[in-house]
């Protein structure tokens, strides 16, 4: 799977879900390989997008179209700066990855300092913790090749997620989640409580 992650400051979001709803209509058919999206715009106006695509040749493919560059210049009119981009082929799931039934999503990008350390605690304590977390549905991290990730956590709902939150978990996986912590930096949180996904 390739992940393209596009992420700006917004100043038309109704502009920006009118062509969403567009290019689901008109130009979504002519995507090849195109699996999904999932976005959203935080209460401060951030926008971030996770586009999912079977591959890398796919995703080049469909910005490559004619149709989807005219769009996209209309697109790039509800932002107050230039969107950033990044694309990257490496993606790892947790749970059950991604879902359009999530009811809250939240999405994390930072950098991290020790990914071996970190791959190798998530297989720890993510079994221990799915099922004192039945909110969480599942997700994806998408690795860039700096050394930073992109990942989104999908929630049956954003009241049963701070619910969650505020659960006390047993030691073991409390310690696994504190030293896993410890394996990430500079870590910004963007959630959406009415996030877009198809």
Same mark, same amino acid.
């Given at each position: 799977?390739? +992940?393209? +992650?596009? !992420?700006?400051? $917004?100043? *038309? $979001?109704?502009? #920006?879900? !009118? #062509?969403? %709803?567009?290019?689901?209509?008109?130009?979504?058919?002519?995507?090849? @390989?195109?699996? /999904?999206?999932?976005? /959203?715009?935080?209460? @401060?106006? %951030?926008?971030?997008?996770?586009?999912?695509?079977? *591959?890398?040749?796919?995703?080049?493919?469909?910005?490559? !179209?004619?149709?989807?560059?005219?769009?996209? =210049?209309?697109?790039?009119?509800?932002?107050?700066?230039?969107? +950033?981009?990044?694309?990257? *082929?490496?993606?790892?799931?947790?749970?059950?990855?991604?879902?359009? =039934?999530?009811?809250? $999503?939240? $999405?994390?990008?930072?950098?991290?300092?020790?990914?071996?350390?970190?791959?190798?605690?998530?297989?720890?304590? +993510?079994?221990?913790?799915?099922?004192?977390?039945?909110?969480?549905?599942? @997700?994806?991290?998408?690795?860039?090749?700096?050394?930073?990730?992109?990942?989104?956590?999908?929630?049956?709902?954003?009241? %049963?997620?701070r619910l969650g939150e505020a659960l006390e978990l047993p030691e073991a996986v409390t310690n696994a989640l504190a030293e896993s912590n410890d394996?990430?930096? *500079?870590? =910004?949180?963007?959630?959406?409580?009415?996030?877009?996904?198809?």
């Amino acid at each position: 799977m390739f +992940v393209q +992650v596009i !992420r700006g400051p $917004v100043q *038309d $979001v109704e502009g #920006l879900q !009118r #062509l969403r %709803e567009r290019w689901t209509e008109e130009l979504k058919p002519g995507a090849e @390989g195109y699996l /999904g999206t999932t976005s /959203g715009v935080t209460p @401060g106006g %951030e926008f971030v997008a996770l586009v999912r695509f079977r *591959d890398e040749t796919a995703g080049v493919a469909n910005a490559q !179209r004619p149709e989807q560059s005219a769009w996209w =210049s209309e697109v790039e009119k509800c932002f107050s700066a230039p969107p +950033v981009f990044a694309g990257t *082929d490496d993606v790892t799931l947790y749970l059950d990855g991604g879902t359009d =039934s999530a009811g809250f $999503v939240q $999405v994390m990008i930072g950098r991290c300092v020790d990914r071996a350390k970190a791959e190798a605690l998530e297989r720890e304590w +993510v079994p221990k913790l799915a099922p004192l977390r039945p909110d969480l549905m599942g @997700g994806f991290t998408a690795w860039h090749a700096d050394g930073t990730f992109t990942e989104v956590a999908y929630f049956t709902s954003e009241a %049963e997620a701070r619910l969650g939150e505020a659960l006390e978990l047993p030691e073991a996986v409390t310690n696994a989640l504190a030293e896993s912590n410890d394996c990430y930096a *500079d870590i =910004s949180y963007f959630d959406f409580s009415d996030p877009w996904l198809a």
